[in-house]
């Protein structure tokens, strides 16, 4: 655990590297893209400045979302380690 922690704490893990080669995700990406471009031609300057400025907001949201989850999913591994390894019950772990 303490290799792990200091690995962590030099930036040697990174959560965000963490990639898993699901087909489906795939499969989405190229539709979105796809879809993406077919309405991007059909949209003049202005539209295509909306529909940036609107991605540009979906992908910061979406950030605060993986970010968010993330906190929350170590928060439960760590009270579920705690929980394991000692006898404390859940409502005594802040």
């Not at 590297?17 to 879809?35: G, S, T, V, Y």
């Not at 999913?73 to 579920?80: D, E, N, P, Q, Y």
Request: hydrophobic share 35%.
């Amino acid at each position: 655990m303490k290799r792990t922690l200091i690995d962590f704490w030099y930036g040697n893990i990174n959560p965000q590297d963490h990639k898993q080669d699901d087909p489906r995700i795939a499969d989405l990406l190229k539709l979105m893209e796809r879809n993406r471009s077919d309405l991007a031609k059909t949209l003049n300057e202005s539209q295509r400045e909306s529909l940036e400025k609107y991605e540009d907001c979906a992908n910061e949201m979406t950030g605060y979302c993986e970010r968010d989850i993330f906190v929350y999913a170590f928060r439960l591994g760590m009270r579920l380690a705690i929980e394991a390894l000692t006898d404390e019950e859940p409502e005594d772990i802040p």
